[in-house]
């Protein structure tokens, strides 16, 4: 079987779960890694040690990443070298061009794939329902996956050649790169505090997040949430703990009504100390924490405040 | 301006979702419908920019029972919807499909598709649609600015960055939670609801790309549960904190 890994860099860095495309790959049969940008030879160097070839797509069109060129340039690559499996990093910039190179090949697409199993024919599991429920789909190949970010964190070492696959983009981008906007900062910094309380949609309401900060106040803590905290505007842009916001790893991370989305899983997971309440006990927040309280954060938080303000 | 929205009317995976008896689909009978999160600011967005500066906001739905949502899009301001009666699961592939032949005569300028569904999560259907129809397209888009017969917007990218692009009008765009704050349906809006069109065009999909095996529960559970009343569950945290030095 072989696969193409579409690598992906920005700032002048390789993506490492780039790398992780390539185990996947070489689990699969034989591994290509695809790079595309004005000038990538130190990123070819870097995937050759886990690939079998690495094939440079370089133009100076291709400095900034766009979906039309990216596509353009993928379609050539594929249309010739027919791998049986593109693997593409299921990131920002990946599920964006990833479905629409697929739609143009005509091959099947299943994205944010965490396994595998070639088995029983080609069937790949994904979770559903934010966590909640994994389903495991048969695909026909040649197809596209975009795969999730830690689910082939190991694979073998290899020593590949570089080649250049002589490839231009065809025609002018539709969409024009602009430039790159800077994260907000604000005045408190969730990435270096040491403990953190956080909070979800289970907060509910504005008018509970003092409770939250009340909290956090007693244990020497700052208060961060979820997305759709911040996105309803109860707490500021610079809380949001996650992909799309902060990596955060403190002493202490207390959930509270958070689901334990993927998303935000991975700007929380390696926090020293996991504890999360959440009054259902199926939530994927469990899976992660290293202490779980099934109930209601309207009753466990008083009484915890309470007993922390007994003692002082 | 004349902007199609794609709606979903979709189950909230934080109501009581399971795995029906044949193992392979979803079991949603007491779960919670509504318009999919994402779509809800998809169709805000679309709303303002047309009382910005004119227009029409056609909702496209795709089920047989999303006519709560459409109806809800109406409220809200859409003035039009269509309904396409055809039940898909995963595949959207199908659902694009269907949708592309569902708008296949109508002139607009742009398309906005919510980032994913927050039931089967694939984020997918906008951008295979853009595909379909040839649109140049942008995902996971918090800003929108209009230009003549130009768009510029902002899209999220990894830790808190934004890139910003052109595009060129007719586009795709697929909108990032939190790109405004959606409104509430007004009792007002409820009523002028009920004299808008709402068209269903019956469809069914040509393709099949993808097949299901199996559903099941994630394999999780890895936290020791603190199990107790408030009271004790309270004491058993502080205990947890004192042994490792975060309280006093
Ligand atoms: C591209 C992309 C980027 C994203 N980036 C991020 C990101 O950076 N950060 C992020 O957080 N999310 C991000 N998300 C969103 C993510 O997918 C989830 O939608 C989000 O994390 C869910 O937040 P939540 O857990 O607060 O809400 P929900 O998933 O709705 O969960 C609420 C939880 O609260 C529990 N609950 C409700 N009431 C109570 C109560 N009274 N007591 C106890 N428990 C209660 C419920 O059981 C449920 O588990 C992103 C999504 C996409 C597609």
């Given at each position: 079987m072989k696969v193409f890994a579409i690598a992906e860099h920005r700032f002048g860095e390789l993506n490492p779960l780039s790398i992780e495309l390539l185990n996947l790959a070489n689990k699969l049969g034989e591994s290509n890694a695809v790079v595309i940008g004005k000038d990538v030879s130190k990123f070819a160097e870097e995937l050759a040690k886990f690939a079998e070839k690495v094939w440079k797509i370089e133009d100076a069109s291709l400095e900034n990443y766009t979906p039309d060129l990216y596509v353009d340039v993928l379609l050539q690559l594929i249309n010739r070298e027919k791998p049986d499996v593109v693997l593409v990093g299921n990131t920002a910039q990946g599920v964006e061009f990833a479905p629409y190179l697929a739609v143009k090949l005509g091959y099947p697409i299943v994205t944010d794939v965490v396994a595998v199993n070639t088995a029983n024919g080609f069937v790949v599991s994904r979770y559903v329902m934010q966590g909640k429920i994994m389903v495991d789909l048969k695909v026909s190949t040649p197809c596209v996956l975009t795969i999730r970010q830690g689910a082939f964190k190991e694979g073998a070492q290899k020593s590949g050649k570089v080649l250049d696959a002589g490839i231009k983009p065809s025609k002018p981008s539709a969409r024009k790169f602009i430039g790159y906007v800077q994260p907000e900062v604000g005045e408190v910094d969730i990435s270096k505090a040491e403990i953190i309380v956080a909070v979800g949609r289970g907060i509910e309401d504005a008018a509970n997040i003092p409770l939250a900060e009340e909290l956090a106040q007693a244990l020497g803590g700052v208060v961060a949430g979820s997305r759709p905290v911040i996105d309803s505007g109860w707490l500021p842009k610079d809380r949001q703990v996650g992909i799309s916001g902060k990596i955060v790893k403190p002493k202490l991370y207390l959930a509270l009504g958070?689901?334990?989305?993927f998303q935000h899983v991975m700007g929380m997971k390696d926090s020293e100390l996991i504890i999360a309440v959440n009054k259902d006990p199926e939530a994927p927040i469990f899976g992660v924490a290293h202490y779980g309280i099934v109930g209601n954060i309207f009753d466990v938080v008083p009484t915890l405040l309470d007993k922390l303000k007994a003692k002082k | 301006m004349k902007i199609i929205v794609l709606a979903k009317h979709a189950p909230d995976p934080q109501s009581e979702v399971g795995i029906a008896s044949d193992g392979?689909?979803?079991?949603?009978?007491?779960a919670v419908f509504d318009i999919n999160d994402w779509d809800r600011y998809a169709v805000e967005e679309a709303i303002r920019i047309k009382e910005k500066i004119g227009g029409e906001v056609l909702v496209v739905g795709v089920g047989k029972n999303c006519d709560d949502t459409l109806r809800k899009c109406l409220a809200m301001g859409a003035d039009r919807a269509i309904k396409i009666p055809f039940d898909g699961g995963i595949d959207a592939y199908q659902i694009a499909e269907v949708i592309a032949e569902a708008i296949k005569n109508e002139k607009f300028d742009m398309i906005f598709a919510g980032l994913m569904s927050q039931d089967v999560n694939n984020a997918l259907v906008g951008v295979l649609l853009a595909g379909m129809l040839n649109l140049p397209f942008a995902t996971a888009v918090t800003a929108i600015d209009i230009k003549d017969k130009t768009v510029r917007i902002k899209r999220e990218i990894e830790g808190g960055y934004q890139e910003e692009s052109e595009l060129p009008m007719p586009c795709l765009l697929t909108i990032q939670s939190g790109i405004n704050e959606p409104r509430y349906v007004s009792v007002m809006g409820i009523k002028k609801a009920k004299t808008k069109e709402m068209k269903e065009v019956k469809l069914e999909p040509k393709s099949k790309k993808v097949e299901v095996v199996k559903m099941y529960l994630p394999p999780v559970k890895k936290a020791e549960m603190i199990t107790g009343d408030p009271d004790q569950v309270a004491s058993k945290v502080i205990a947890i904190l004192k042994e490792r030095g975060l309280v006093g």
């Open positions: 958070i689901s334990g989305a | 392979k689909s979803l079991s949603l009978g007491t």
